[in-house]
């Protein structure tokens, strides 16, 4: 086969899929739905003319004659008479020509096929039929009537119409001529002897030069070396293949349609031209590697995207799955069985050298193909080496919060020449993650001109995409910090229209649809359907399970990869996706199948042999999705809507978790440019830690942490830190520092009152006393805590101070029993219960209770047995055992006693009969429940 031919085929096919490829119709095409050729309407006119012009063989001039001597409007009626005007249809060639999605299409034919088609196809194209259609195009893509239009009857025919085509048509010659200079022609449906042919071929003499675009002509004649120097010198190549040629290159993909002859011949050409491949497409894993590859620089994952790289890619069945995807080929099915084992796949690679296995292992990792229909691509040498194929990244450190390596990694993109690959928007990617919006949006703006001059049009749209993500964020930094100048890049990022921007670019038709794709939400909008469906299923399970049911299934692990496809293709290829609602709702719908399948019962079935499917413990994958891709409130509420009260951490994820706090512990510099793109993830990590109680966690890191981190204190709350205190046990050379912090470092100290009690306890003194903090009525509560641990020498004066202004009754008889204060003011206790006007509670009636069964406040049990008369609670704590009123005990009375003696209380059938009430009106957690239960 000629190879110049295949090259030529080849310089098409690319332009056809870079939309770079205009398609000029001549009239061979009609030709096909029955329309006499232009020799059969010059003969008709030459019937009818004088016998002496019979010879004559200019039909520019017989046309001409014709219209003179009959007059305009027999001319025109015999024009559409002979061209059957009105009564013919399209044929599979207009078909096929509109299937190839020409970017423009241009034609001499006076007739409506090619309008027709367009309107079959619901396909978008302006109709340009003379020059005041151009300024009023809708479409970007055009049909232009080059030679006029039976609607507007302004055909060009006549030898005068040539002359002065110039003068009638100027716009439309123009708008031609610059096609032929900027995007890559195509004749289709012209002979070599064709008179429209010539003319065109004489008017673009200038334009079709030796360093121009050349043009293409396909044939369906074999040309002679004279035909083709001819045609070679006016700047066009023909492009010409025989029947056995044509039906080699399409081999049996291409369908036998209702065309014959050159019809027939012609339509496999254009076949051959969208669906050309220098790799043979019966060599599948070749034609889809070679193909993907070719994006590697500028675009690293695909998405589902990756399908339309197949062959017939919308006839082929597509299923993604937890470890990769099946299309179902039978090509693939072969090659599992050729590569099951090393040998065999060594000896594909060997077959297969220009299959690179460093690239091919890396397109896999980023497209999460572990494996392909069963033939497995990426196993544990993969997973264990991985670091010698996917170098990290700025979100990788992020992602474990080392500031240190990312300072590093920054400077280093910084004083990196501009690669002109996707590795250039890391950096701008980075800035948008530290909460740098101003910065990104700047250095995406930077970018733009110098990838449009070097042709990166997939690198130009990535950052047109990421400016027009961000462009709120940039808006908000800009309005809160004045001092930022991006007025320019904002307001580029604010008029962006991406999908006029997308249709304008000559990009390959599948980049085209992945970015359409995602434009529109298509592919992310299918993917959060799909979670929603597994979180739903797997909520199901739960429910199936904590009756007693057993279920075995994938829900979760699809789940994670429905998750883990569309991460890997906004991360490899820098694309901001996080901040939209689709990815937030993804990214809710697998922190809360992750947490619901964790709080799964573990039931099984058969002795074992049925074990239900649920996460037993949360590795560092899950981890990083829980930390980082949903924000506090939510993941706070979803952990309390499965009721979690204790997380349970693989190995994996405890040594991520100490990976984690050595990198906010050792940091030295704080990256972030807004506290909002940091306290999230802090916040999080610290809430999940609360909820465990993993030995293996370093407590000396955590507490180094949440110390240094104090300043977010409000964000983390007070409930995770008290979780914290209350499970990880605090080095002792951090408890006076953690006491000040919640003492003078907080917005409400008194929600820390119980910690610090705790905290007190284990130390041998605390100085730090700032007596102007305890000066307000609520604050003094910490001080009463602090009393205990304060210097002996400043005791005096604190003691003082504290029964001088403690106005809570409560809070009064409490201080004076913890610290056995025999000093204090009958008159003053008795003062402050008026004030109290006699409300008193279980609590109060507690310590009243320890007070009078204390000799040393003797003073005080009549006013205390004065109290009794009248309140039942205080009856009860005094004289517990021996109170019969049973239906006056409130349960939570109970609650005050220590475990023996709540066992001993609720042998009693009443308070047996109130406890059950109690624990069927409350919300209760799960491990509060068991233990009510347990005390019936």
């Known amino acids: ?181 900027s995007k890559l022609v195509l004749f289709v449906g012209f002979s070599f002897a064709d008179l429209n042919l010539k003319i065109i071929l004489e008017e673009l003499k200038g334009i079709l030069s030796d360093h121009m675009q050349r043009a293409y002509l396909l044939s369906c004649d074999e040309p002679n070396q004279v035909v083709r120097n001819y045609f070679e010198n006016k700047g066009v190549n023909v492009v010409y293949f025989s029947e056995n040629e044509i039906d080699s290159i399409n081999g049996s993909d291409y369908s036998i349609t209702s065309l014959n002859g050159k019809g027939l011949l012609m339509d496999k050409v254009l076949f051959a031209i969208q669906n050309y491949s220098n790799t043979s497409k019966k060599d599948i894993a070749s ?167 070097r042709q990166k049009y997939i690198l130009y749209f990535i950052c047109r995409y990421n400016m027009w993500s961000i462009r709120y964020n940039v808006k908000w930094q800009k309005d809160w910090d004045i001092t930022t100048d991006v007025e320019r890049e904002l307001q580029l990022a604010l008029d962006t229209n991406l999908e006029e921007i997308l249709n304008k670019l000559p990009l390959d038709w599948e980049i085209k649809k992945i970015f359409q794709d995602l434009i529109s939400y298509r592919s992310i909008g299918g993917r959060l359907v799909k979670t929603e469906h597994f979180r739903e299923e797997i909520f199901k399970q739960k429910k199936m399970t904590e009756k007693g049911g057993c279920s075995i299934n994938s829900n979760i692990l699809l789940l994670l990869g429905a998750y883990q496809r569309e991460y890997l293709f906004c991360v490899a290829n820098h694309i901001i996706c996080n901040n939209s609602s689709y990815f937030k709702s993804l990214c809710y719908n697998t922190v809360s199948g992750i947490l619901n399948s964790f709080s799964t019962p573990a039931n099984s079935m058969f002795g074992g042999l049925l074990v239900s499917t649920r996460i037993e413990s949360l590795d560092q994958s899950m981890l990083k999705i829980l930390i980082f891709d949903i ?83 409000f964000h983390i709350g007070h409930g995770v830190i008290e979780n914290i205190i209350s499970r990880f046990e605090l080095p002792q050379s951090y408890v006076n520092e953690l006491i000040s912090k919640m003492l003078y470092a907080t917005h409400s100290s008194l929600n820390y009152t119980g910690c610090i009690e705790k905290l007190i306890s284990r130390t041998t003194e605390f100085t730090d006393i700032r007596m102007d903090s305890f000066k307000e009525h609520e604050a003094i509560r910490n001080l009463l805590v602090i009393y205990p641990a304060c210097p002996d020498e400043q005791k005096p004066m604190l003691l003082t101070y504290c029964l001088d202004n403690i106005e809570d009754f409560w809070c009064y008889i409490r201080f004076i029993f913890h610290n056995h204060i025999i000093q204090q003011s009958d008159a003053r206790i008795k003062e402050l219960y008026n004030k109290y006007n006699k409300n008193l509670d279980e609590h109060d009636c507690y310590i009243l209770a320890k007070i009078k069964n204390d000799l040393a406040f003797a003073a005080l049990h009549s006013f205390i ?14 004289s517990p055992k021996e109170y019969k009123d049973f239906d006056n005990v409130n349960v939570e009375w109970i609650f005050k006693f220590s475990q023996e003696e709540r066992e001993e209380f609720f042998k009693n059938e009443v308070y047996k009969t109130k406890l059950k009430e109690y624990i069927n009106s409350h919300w209760l957690s799960k491990s509060d429940m068991k233990y009510l239960i347990s005390l019936l």
């Open 287 to 453: 034609y889809v590697y070679n193909r993907i590859k070719s994006y590697y620089k500028e675009m690293r994952s695909f998405g589902d995207g990756l399908k339309y790289f197949f062959p017939n890619y919308s006839s082929m069945r597509w299923h993604t799955h937890s470890s990769g995807v099946q299309t179902f080929l039978p090509d693939f099915t072969e090659l599992e069985k050729i590569t099951k084992d090393d040998q065999g796949k060594r000896l594909f690679l060997h077959k297969h050298p220009d299959i690179d296995l460093s690239t091919l292992l890396k397109l896999a990792y980023y497209n999460y193909l572990n494996e392909i229909d069963g033939i497995k691509i990426l196993d544990d040498r993969f997973e264990n080496n991985i670091s010698k194929y996917i170098p990290k990244t700025t979100i990788d450190y992020l992602r474990q919060f080392d500031f240190s390596a990312m300072e590093k990694r920054i400077l280093q993109l910084r004083s990196t020449a501009l690669q002109y690959s996707i590795d250039d928007l890391e950096y701008p990617f980075t800035l948008y993650l530290l909460g740098d919006y101003a910065g990104a949006i700047k250095q995406y703006a930077k970018l733009l001109p110098m990838y449009w001059n």
């Open 1 to 181: 086969m000629d190879e110049l031919q295949l090259s030529n085929l080849s310089h098409i096919h690319q332009a056809y899929r870079s939309n770079r490829l205009v398609i000029f119709v001549g009239a061979g095409v009609s030709r096909n739905s029955g329309v006499p050729t232009w020799d059969e309407l010059i003969a008709a006119m030459k019937s009818e003319l004088p016998a002496d012009l019979r010879f004559e063989n200019d039909a520019l001039k017989i046309a001409q004659l014709y219209k003179d001597a009959r007059g305009y409007k027999e001319y025109m009626d015999k024009v559409k008479d002979i061209l059957l005007y009105n009564k013919t249809t399209p044929n599979p060639l207009h078909k096929r020509i509109l299937s190839l999605n020409p970017s423009h299409i241009v034609t001499t034919n006076y007739d409506d096929l090619i309008e027709q088609e367009i309107q079959n196809e619901y396909s978008q194209y302006t109709i340009i039929r003379e020059d005041k259609d151009i300024p009023q195009m809708v479409y970007p893509n055009s049909l232009i009537k080059m030679h006029g239009d039976y609607v507007t009857n302004n055909i060009v025919l006549t030898e005068t119409d040539y002359y002065n085509y110039k003068n009638n048509f100027p716009l439309v010659r123009a708008f031609v001529q610059s096609l032929f200079a």
């Open 631 to 713: 924000d506090r409130k939510n993941l706070e509420s979803i952990l309390k809507g499965y009721d979690i009260e204790t997380l349970k951490f693989h190995d994996s994820g405890i040594e991520y978790i100490n990976l984690c706090l050595q990198g906010l512990a050792d940091s030295n510099r704080f990256l972030y440019k807004s506290n909002d793109a940091f306290h999230p993830s802090l916040c999080n990590i610290l809430l999940l830690i609360s909820k465990s109680q993993a030995d293996a966690i370093n407590n000396e890191l955590l507490y180094k942490v949440l110390l240094k981190y104090w300043n977010y204190e």
């Open 865 to 878: 047995d004065e109290i009794a008369i009248s309140n039942e609670c205080l009856k009860f704590f005094l």
